[in-house]
Structures are given as structure tokens and as C-alpha cells.
């Protein structure tokens, strides 16, 4: 597998973890409300 | 001293996001079942078993991974297990935001695209081009070649451990070298399981040597360092480094002419140096 610069890599895992966070742990804790609420 | 059956001896860091972002739906399963909400029930037990599904799928990934870069190849088998664990968490987020969330299904859709990409950016994509290693060796179909060589995996896994304890750069050289030629054995072998029966006892003495010269180097130079051991050492790793490049020469020219011969020089070197 190629090299890549660190930054890169730093800035793929920071957008990936950002993805994630604003999709997984959103979506669940909305889900989490919605059930209570509903 | 053969290979100890620790399958699991290099530590893999999960995908720790996918396991405990989706917690919150845990007490949702108990509400929605309290309240009777079939559909929340139903929607939130899914959703939480495909996320933690999809992070045991990622993490075997991310294993892969790392037993190609430490060893040259893995056991696990080459699929896009990181693609489908990505794949399960988006399935997961799509069906929260549809069926609890009530939102239309493009932006379901949306979630879990944004959902699989997370997980790719922040895991990586399956490396399953790794050219030969795609030949996985545990894929042959026969079963006792795929036993010999995952047991000779196993060894060559230990000299990487203990050539991590010999902190001497030229000497730690030599046995990544060692190991490298092992592995292009392993993998020739893998190509061409009838050869396996001309490279059983390669495998048997060889590797077994290669692993309690080094095993037995890294714990008495720790104790007592010497030089003479350490020139002892050298000579026995120029030996073996010598012997695998003649041994997966003839490997592959599938020339039949006796190898057992060379074998029974190394043994005797390694005894006469005190190794086995």
C-alpha cells in the first residue's frame, strides 16, 4: 500500500469520524427521544 | 517448540465508534417494549445489531490489515469486510431515520450512504489487492496443507515477536529478511499444494530451528549478553537465510533433487551451535 502523508490520512480519519458521529450517534440518540416521546 | 496456538496475538484496535455511538438505542429496545411500539421495538433491536454486526465485520477488516503489514499475509479470508460492515451500519442508520425517525426515504438513503463513507473514511478501504495475498493460503482445499501452513504462520509469527525483544538493528534485519523468504515459501507452497510433501520437512525443521534460535537468542542475550552468542546467533541467521533462498529456488524450479540432504546440514549446524 502507497505511502500517504500524514495529514491526509489525518484529515480522512477526522472527516470519516465526524460522518459517523453525525450519522450513528445522532441518528440514535434522536431515535432514543423519539421512542420516549412516542 | 511448536507454534503456540495463540491465534489472536496481535492486538487490533476496533472500530470503538461503531461499538458505542449506537448505545443509546439499548435503552430504547426496553422503552419501545414497555410502550408496546412494535415497530420502535422491532426498528431499534435491528438497527443495534447491525451497527454492532457491522463493527465485528469492520474489525475483522481492520485485522486483516494488520496481519498483512506484520506478517506479509493473513488467515482471514480476503473479503470487503470493511465495505460490509460499512454497509450494515448505513442499512442500520437508513432504518432508524425511515421507520422511528419517520423522514422520507431519500433522506434515509442519504443517512446511510453518509454512514457507509464514515466508516470507510475512518477505517479504510479492504486492501484486497495485495497482488499474491489474494492467494490467500488458507483457501487451498486441502485441508492438511492449509493446517501445515497456518501452523507455520503461527511460527514465523513468533520470531517477529521475539525479534522485537533483540534490540540490534543489523541482527533484526537479518530475521525480517528471514521471515520474508518464509513467507514467499509459504505462498509458493500455497500456489502448489503437491509440492507440500518435499517442503514438509522444511517446514517441520526449519521454521522449528529459525523459531528456538531466535526465541532462545532474545531471552539469554537479555539476561547475559555476550559476543560470542551474538556471532553464534549471526552465523546460525546467515545459515538459515542462506538455506531459504536455496530452498524456495528449488521450490520453484520444482527440481526433486534431495532437499532433505541441505536439511540435515542446517540440523546439524544448529546443533553443533547449540540451538536445538
Known amino acids: ?38 | 517448540m511448536p507454534a503456540q496456538g495463540k491465534r489472536d496475538q496481535i492486538p487490533v484496535v476496533g472500530p470503538m465508534l461503531l461499538y458505542f455511538l449506537p448505545l443509546p438505542l439499548l435503552p430504547a429496545i426496553f422503552i419501545a417494549l414497555l410502550k408496546g411500539n412494535v415497530v420502535n421495538f422491532l426498528a431499534s433491536l435491528v438497527a443495534l445489531s447491525l451497527v454492532w454486526g457491522g463493527a465485528w465485520l469492520t474489525r475483522r477488516g481492520i485485522k486483516r490489515d494488520v496481519e498483512i503489514q506484520r506478517l506479509g499475509w493473513s488467515r482471514l479470508p480476503a473479503r470487503p469486510w470493511k465495505l460490509l460492515g460499512g454497509l450494515a451500519a448505513g442499512v442500520a442508520t437508513g432504518l432508524c431515520t425511515l421507520l422511528i425517525l419517520r423522514r422520507p426515504p431519500v433522506m434515509a438513503g442519504s443517512v446511510a450512504l453518509a454512514t457507509l463513507a464514515g466508516v470507510l473514511l475512518s477505517y479504510g478501504i479492504d486492501s484486497l489487492f495485495y497482488g499474491r495475498l489474494r492467494r490467500a493460503p488458507l483457501t487451498t482445499a486441502d485441508r492438511d496443507v492449509a493446517e501445515l501452513l497456518e501452523e507455520a504462520r503461527l511460527k514465523i509469527d513468533s520470531i517477529d515477536r521475539a525479534s522485537r525483544q533483540i534490540h540490534n538493528p543489523e541482527l533484526n534485519r537479518r530475521i525480517r529478511r528471514i521471515n520474508a523468504r518464509a513467507v514467499e515459501i509459504l505462498a509458493t507452497i500455497a500456489d502448489d499444494p503437491a509440492i507440500v510433501r518435499r517442503a514438509r520437512k522444511f517446514l517441520k525443521v526449519y521454521l522449528d530451528g529459525a523459531q528456538r534460535v531466535t526465541e532462545g537468542y532474545a531471552r539469554v542475550h537479555r539476561d547475559q549478553p555476550s559476543r560470542q552468542l551474538e556471532d553464534n546467533f549471526r552465523n546460525v541467521l546467515v545459515t538459515i537465510e542462506d538455506t531459504f533462498v536455496e530452498q524456495q529456488r528449488k521450490l520453484q524450479e520444482k527440481d526433486a533433487l534431495d532437499l532433505d540432504v541441505q536439511i540435515e546440514v542446517l540440523t546439524r549446524q544448529l546443533k553443533e551451535e547449540g540451538v536445538i
Open chain 1, 1 to 38: 500500500m502507497a505511502k500517504r502523508p500524514l495529514s491526509v490520512l489525518i484529515l480522512r480519519k477526522s472527516v470519516g469520524s465526524l460522518l459517523l458521529w453525525g450519522t450513528v450517534g445522532l441518528i440514535s440518540l434522536q431515535s432514543f427521544f423519539f421512542v420516549i416521546v412516542r
